[in-house]
């Protein structure tokens, strides 16, 4: 019997906004009034959704370049068995410290019991995620590489040189995220775990508009079509 589920991946998501704006917009405002105690072995709220924030970025370098986050801008996700099974493991961690930190010291005014309500929900719902493998429905016709690759690479920063070197890395990382779908699909094949008829009905012409016939003019390689006059003119002849 099928599994008719919304993937759960590291991607901008619904519920990563919502735990963006109301666990770590916010909570900025009143943070410098959470003092962390060095000899504490438990965190502060604020410290650890800090930390946790820096991981997410890491994990999600392409969530990381839709919104400005720098320093992710060379890689893509690593959606392999081994990537999947690190973030489990990581958010596990971050919720058994999180609720660890409530019976000690979290809980200490209404804004902190939100915030913390909040990103308890947010990491239990994630591991959720996991226990029914929805890693191994990587693609429908709203996300999945067909959509991602391209959004991300138009967002990209392309002013300088450094810039154009992150887009090369991206675009010569490709196959391997390709790769890395395939092989999650299959898994879910294998485990009868696959998305209705409908969902991926839209997927091939996604994915066909990404291999028009004049292939230079592809929109993954939109960056280059007009570049801009901060590089220096080597640089832009080279490109």
């Known amino acids: 019997m099928k599994r008719h589920?919304?993937?759960f991946v590291f991607q901008p998501r619904t519920a990563f906004a919502v735990f963006v704006v109301l666990t770590l917009v916010l909570p900025r405002q009143i943070s410098a009034q959470h003092i962390v105690n060095p000899n504490e072995l438990t965190p502060t709220l604020y410290e650890l959704l800090d930390s946790e924030w820096a991981g997410l970025m890491r994990e999600s370098p392409e969530w990381a370049t839709g919104i400005g986050y720098p320093g992710e801008n060379d890689r893509w996700s690593d959606i392999s068995e081994e990537g999947n099974i690190r973030r489990r493991d990581q958010m596990s961690e971050f919720l058994g410290t999180l609720e660890l930190g409530n019976r000690i010291n979290y809980l200490d005014d209404d804004d902190s019991r939100l915030d913390y309500e909040f990103?308890?929900?947010?990491?239990?719902?994630?591991?959720?995620?996991?226990?029914?493998?929805?890693?191994?429905?990587?693609?429908s016709?709203?996300?999945?590489?067909?959509?991602d690759i391209p959004s991300t690479l138009d967002r990209q920063p392309h002013k300088s040189v450094q810039d154009y070197q992150d887009i090369f890395?991206?675009?010569?990382?490709?196959?391997?995220?390709?790769?890395?779908?395939?092989?999650?699909?299959?898994?879910?094949?294998?485990?009868?775990?696959?998305?209705?008829?409908?969902?991926?009905?839209?997927?091939?012409?996604?994915?066909?508009?990404?291999?028009?016939p004049d292939s230079v003019r592809t929109p993954l390689l939109s960056a280059f079509y007009d570049l801009p006059e901060s590089l220096p003119a080597t640089t832009?002849?080279?490109?």
Request: hydrophobic share 45%; proline share 6%.
């Open 5 to 7: 589920r919304t993937a």
């Open 119 to 139: 990103a308890r929900r947010w990491a239990s719902d994630a591991l959720d995620g996991y226990r029914f493998h929805d890693e191994l429905l990587p693609i």
């Open 141 to 147: 016709q709203i996300y999945g590489v067909q959509l």
């Open 169 to 212: 890395s991206r675009l010569s990382a490709i196959p391997t995220l390709i790769e890395q779908t395939i092989v999650l699909m299959q898994h879910g094949i294998d485990r009868k775990i696959t998305q209705p008829k409908i969902i991926m009905r839209d997927v091939p012409e996604q994915i066909l508009e990404l291999i028009p």
């Open 236 to 239: 832009r002849l080279e490109l």
